[in-house]
């Protein structure tokens, strides 16, 4: 069989982008969950992406056949930012394709591409082992951070909480306090802790979002928003699941337990949705949050990993 070859995509083309769709259905349906995450999923949607693709020898017609995507999210450079801004990129592999040289050629074709613009990148590997820390490796990738996706059964065998202390979203009215607690309890984190008023109006606009599976617990005086719990349910995974997809306390909180009251609650608010699984993403490094989510249950399902690369000069 011929050697993987990676070739640029353009996913605004409708024929390679029915290509790409097939691919990443495979690998959904292999997993039980979705192949890109949902940013990258949004971004691949609005063309915000340069996209390569693996081809290999021997598909079904006798031809190369798509083995492999990668994309990466190029967001605009700010006038005075300085250096160009960090790339997001990630990879699938065909479920039915040789990952060990598939993703090497991935690795390439994408690194290639931030070469050519110049441009710093982080990239997503899901299910690393030391193979693909050897191949990232090769291509420039240092391995920074590990995400850990954790999965617990619903409904939870703790107390049942309070729901009278919490309260759903109010659209309209809680955004700008949400989006100030946020980044504070936020502060320096990578994805999070940049939210503004329109990141957080395309995340209301999509439609998973229910503002009463959004429960927040006002500050003392109804000043503010002290902590809260947004969920997120899947539909379309196997088996469905109800995420918490953003759980935070504001700093001026702290210390008072209000993070596992609104993950009992959160999770309570899901399971009566009918969800037998909870669901969520947690920093590996994050050692207080691992305990807490032990604590309610939740074990490790799988790992994502973050590889950084700087252009070469």
Request: aromatic share 6%; charged share 25%; with cysteine.
């Amino acid at each position: 069989m011929e050697e993987p070859v990676a070739l640029p995509c353009d996913p605004t083309d409708p024929e390679q982008a029915a290509v790409v769709d097939a691919l990443l259905r495979r690998a959904a349906e292999a997993a039980g969950d979705h192949a890109l995450s949902e940013q990258a999923r949004r971004a691949r949607a609005h063309g915000e992406v340069v996209a390569v693709v693996v081809t290999v020898g021997g598909g079904d017609s006798g031809g190369p056949m798509v083995a492999g995507y990668g994309q990466l999210r190029l967001p605009a450079h700010e006038a005075g930012a300085g250096a160009e801004p960090l790339a997001e990129g990630e990879v699938v592999v065909d479920p039915a394709a040789d990952r060990a040289s598939v993703l090497p050629a991935l690795l390439v074709g994408l690194a290639d591409e931030a070469d050519r613009r110049r441009r710093p990148v982080r990239l997503w590997i899901t299910r690393p082992d030391d193979a693909v820390d050897a191949a990232a490796r090769t291509c420039g990738f240092a391995a920074e951070r590990d995400l850990l996706q954790l999965r617990c059964p619903l409904p939870l065998t703790v107390a049942a909480p309070d729901h009278r202390r919490t309260r759903s979203f109010h659209p309209g009215q809680d955004d700008e306090a949400w989006i100030e607690a946020n980044n504070r309890a936020f502060a320096g984190h990578p994805e999070q802790g940049r939210w503004d008023h329109t990141t957080l109006v395309e995340r209301m606009a999509e439609p998973w979002f229910d503002p009463d599976g959004f429960r927040v617990l006002d500050a003392d005086g109804d000043v503010g928003i002290a902590a809260w719990c947004w969920t997120k349910m899947h539909s379309t995974t196997t088996p469905p699941m109800g995420e918490i997809y953003v759980i935070g306390v504001d700093p001026s909180a702290q210390g008072r337990g209000l993070g596992r009251l609104l993950a009992v609650d959160g999770l309570d608010w899901l399971a009566g949705r009918g969800l037998t699984t909870g669901m969520l993403y947690v920093d590996a490094a994050n050692e207080t949050a691992r305990d807490l989510y032990a604590s309610l249950g939740f074990t490790e399902h799988h790992r994502d990993r973050a590889y950084l690369r700087s252009p070469t000069t």
